[in-house]
């Protein structure tokens, strides 16, 4: 996805937005600078925050108040990536060491925290009621999502139903909270805000699911981390999940699971049956499904170059 393109309508705002970013990193401690400057630099599309400022795109209200909220809601973001890494012993996040590898798993935390904090500064600020509201919730979310999968690390018994939950919480859910925040900043009415949200949600479903999809199939260049590392440390996404339904060899997917100690040829051989099963045609459905979702729910009331991007941004998930 490439921000500057796609995002052209907002890119002046998405400038600030990265200059805002910067600028909140910095301490009177230079080492806090230094452990979250890595992840900055390292770009990312800057979803949320385009989103956001889309949705806002229509509003003559404070400009520069949408450019803080637009900021404290990549920061929320920014701030669970890092606890990710942790939680994932993760050491490559888009190519570059993360900095639970580069600081200790302690540090990264505490960088974390700090994180948010910076966001609910912001929030405090020039944020609304109703934003620190609805972004508190989706940090709760998170960690209910973070915390159910890793409760059900190597466990093959876990459903479908119990996974489209879990990236509803880790993903969908702060995705839909930028648009609807969106949306009600520009002051959208309650009927817009709503499809708004379900734009967002359907966007969020899909573009975890791509994620997923391409930990199977990606080169390390491109997924910006070792292929398989999910299905490495256990989680399970929806093509394993198809595979244990449907493979001839579900049983041999089962063990390899049940082990808890998946590399080199267990990896490999566990990989082959997921791509096998069909699994990958599946998730791949899936994803089509929630990007027509997304297209059917954005609302007639938004100018037709933000409606024109909503539906590029959905042809670039389904193409990634």
């Not at 937005?17 to 009177?28: G, T």
């Not at 912001?122 to 960690?143: D, E, F, K, R």
């Not at 007639?300 to 539906?311: Q, T």
Request: charged letters at 20%; hydrophobic letters at 40%.
């Amino acid at each position: 996805m490439k921000e500057m393109s796609l995002f052209h309508l907002v890119e002046r705002e998405l400038h600030l937005v990265e200059r805002k970013l910067f600028e909140m990193i910095d301490s009177a401690m230079p080492v806090l600078g230094d452990m979250h400057r890595p992840l900055l630099l390292a770009g990312g599309k800057r979803l949320r925050p385009a989103l956001y400022l889309l949705c806002t795109y229509q509003g003559q209200q404070d400009k520069e108040r949408f450019i803080m909220t637009a900021a404290a809601i990549e920061l929320i973001h920014m701030a669970s990536l890092v606890h990710d890494d942790v939680i994932d012993a993760a050491d490559i996040r888009r190519n570059v060491a993360t900095t639970n590898a580069r600081w200790g798993n302690s540090a990264a935390v505490l960088g974390g925290d700090y994180l948010f904090s910076k966001a609910f500064s912001l929030l405090n600020s020039y944020g609304t009621t109703a934003a620190i509201q609805i972004l508190t919730h989706s940090i709760c979310y998170m960690s209910e999502g973070e915390i159910a999968q890793l409760i059900s690390r190597f466990n093959p018994g876990q459903t479908e139903a119990d996974y489209f939950i879990r990236i509803e919480k880790k993903t969908a859910g702060l995705i839909a909270a930028a648009t609807v925040l969106g949306a009600m900043d520009s002051g959208m009415d309650e009927t817009d805000v709503e499809s708004l949200r379900q734009y967002g949600y359907s966007i969020g479903m899909a573009f975890q699911l791509a994620d997923d999809l391409m930990d199977m199939t990606a080169s390390v260049q491109t997924a910006g981390k070792p292929v398989g590392s999910d299905f490495k440390q256990g989680i399970l996404t929806l093509p394993a999940m198809y595979a244990l339904q449907h493979s001839p060899q579900q049983e041999k997917l089962r063990k390899i699971i049940l082990s808890r100690h998946i590399s080199g040829n267990t990896l490999q051989t566990g990989m082959d049956i997921i791509v096998q099963s069909g699994g990958m045609q599946y998730t791949q459905q899936r994803i089509d499904f929630y990007l027509q979702q997304a297209c059917s729910n954005i609302p007639s009331c938004m100018a037709p170059e933000i409606r024109l991007i909503f539906i590029r941004i959905c042809d670039q998930i389904r193409k990634s």
